[in-house]
């Protein structure tokens, strides 16, 4: 099946710096993507839907300037934490939408640590 | 926006009874209902998936069914056995494609 990865799986940074969590389509191409926020015993809520060679389109309530996104190819989407927060630390989880099939496969998350 | 609700939050049953989750939906152009079974830690896995064209669709012990005029669809585990023990989560879409919009979540316990 489709693979999709993330990068770094688990990061632990400082409150105020920034982190960028990259996620790839290892196999299939991916016009298509979207970042996924998940707190513990919760559920997935998503934050953006990625589009290549264009802008972000963002969830009402997620703050585009602190959630910076960047779908510079077909294989590869990046998701950057600005002057992050202990509030932000979550389990972040990029889903791709394959092209061709439009099955939609997730990453296997990041664990993100601000302290 | 299109809101998904999910019921029951958590369930337990003993292997080989049947478990059903149920969600509905608010937003009537939604066309596009999956499944998703998480264990701890791990990513989202596809298990079922139903269209707005289809009211009922069965993959050995998995079942779902979509009652589009109430909109809600429901998941069906029979037989079920340890292993299913995880949460689940459902999901609807205007299409398949497009953003997903999750239930809360049910975390199931199957008891040997």
């Known amino acids: 099946g489709a693979v999709v990865s993330q990068h770094p799986s688990r990061v632990i940074c400082k409150s105020g710096t920034s982190v960028k969590i990259e996620c790839r389509s290892l196999?299939?191409?991916?016009?298509?993507m979207f970042w996924y926020r998940q707190f513990p015993k919760q559920s997935l809520m998503l934050m953006a839907t990625s589009n290549e060679g264009s802008k972000a389109t963002y969830e009402q309530g997620v703050e585009k300037d602190k959630f910076l996104i960047n779908h510079a190819s077909l294989t590869l989407s990046t998701l950057t934490v600005t002057s992050a927060h202990p509030e932000d630390s979550s389990f972040y989880i990029c889903?791709?939408?394959?092209?061709?099939?439009?099955?939609?496969?997730f990453g296997p998350g990041t664990r993100l640590t601000v302290t | 926006g299109e809101n998904v609700e999910q019921h029951p939050s958590t369930l337990s049953v003993q292997e080989g009874d049947s478990a059903v989750i149920k969600c509905t939906y608010s937003d009537s152009a939604s066309n596009y209902f999956p499944w998703y079974k998480q264990e701890l830690g791990k990513r989202p896995q596809l298990i079922i998936d139903?269209?707005?064209?289809?009211g009922e669709k069965k993959d050995q012990r998995i079942a779902v069914t979509l009652n589009k005029t109430a909109k809600h669809f429901s998941l069906h585990i029979t037989e079920t056995q340890p292993e299913d023990s995880a949460v689940y989560f459902c999901a609807a879409s205007p299409n398949q494609g497009g953003k997903l919009i999750f239930g809360q979540g049910t975390e199931l316990s199957v008891k040997p």
């Open positions: 139903i269209r707005s064209n289809v």
């Open positions: 196999d299939f191409q991916a016009t298509t």
């Open positions: 889903s791709a939408l394959d092209s061709q099939s439009y099955e939609q496969y």
